[in-house]
């Protein structure tokens, strides 16, 4: 039982580039979120789907795009990097019924 | 707008003495309260929760916490601290009916020998 993973683990991206962020999770629960977490400022939600076939749009949605594949999976795109996109990236899922969340390892991204 | 405020950025703190970290949060409903520890360079990790009922809750690795409705506190506590409890604990809100977390800013404990 992986829990929640996450690929990559760091990422070098140039102005401009563009880059999917992966993110699984074999816990079988329904909902799944995207945090960015950065110095001073605690974890902030980008994007969450409460169920399969659902998303929506978090505290700091600008810059990114989400898709929810399956239950499983839970992708975060970043269409043209900017360097203020700089920072760790945390995905968690949340069962049904319960009410905390389940958090990945991260991935840390740096926009030169 | 819920709001979570962790009143320490920063606490050293010897071994073996007992820590505290504060946190208050602003919301006039109902809420589920947590923290979270981070170790250096790993995910976040569920140390304790309160969802209802009694209002000392007790987590893992010998951490508590009292959540304070009059005074919309939640601080956490551990009596004695070891070396490897130094890494950054973060406070988390969430209305119970909507399951979105609101972080602090994060607390770095720093346990020094």
């Known amino acids: 039982n992986a829990g929640v993973t996450q690929t990559p683990k760091f990422q070098v991206l140039k102005t401009g580039q563009s880059m999917t962020l992966q993110c699984a999770q074999d816990?079988?629960?329904?909902?799944m979120y995207w945090y960015r977490q950065d110095p001073g400022m605690g974890l902030r939600l980008i994007y969450y789907s409460a169920s399969e076939g659902t998303t929506d749009k978090g505290e700091v949605p600008n810059g990114y795009n989400v898709s929810r594949l399956n239950k499983r999976e839970f992708s975060l795109r970043l269409e043209s990097a900017a360097p203020s996109q700089t920072s760790v990236y945390f995905c968690a899922s949340r069962g049904g019924g319960a009410a905390e969340q389940y958090f990945g390892p991260g991935t840390r991204l740096t926009v030169t | 707008a819920q709001s979570v405020t962790q009143l320490d950025s920063q606490v050293p703190v010897f071994e073996e003495a007992p820590v505290e970290l504060r946190c208050n949060y602003s919301s006039s409903v109902s809420v589920y309260l947590f923290w979270y520890v981070q170790y250096p360079n790993q995910g976040l990790q569920l140390l304790l929760k309160?969802?209802?009922?009694?209002?000392l809750v007790k987590g893992i690795n010998g951490f508590e916490a009292e959540f304070n409705k009059s005074q919309t506190s939640f601080h956490l506590r551990k009596p004695s601290v070891h070396i490897s409890d130094t890494a950054e604990y973060f406070c988390a809100v969430t209305f119970s009916n909507d399951y979105k977390l609101s972080f602090g800013a994060g607390t770095t404990v720093t346990v020094r020998a």
């Open positions: 309160y969802l209802s009922g009694s209002t």
């Open positions: 816990m079988n629960h329904n909902s």
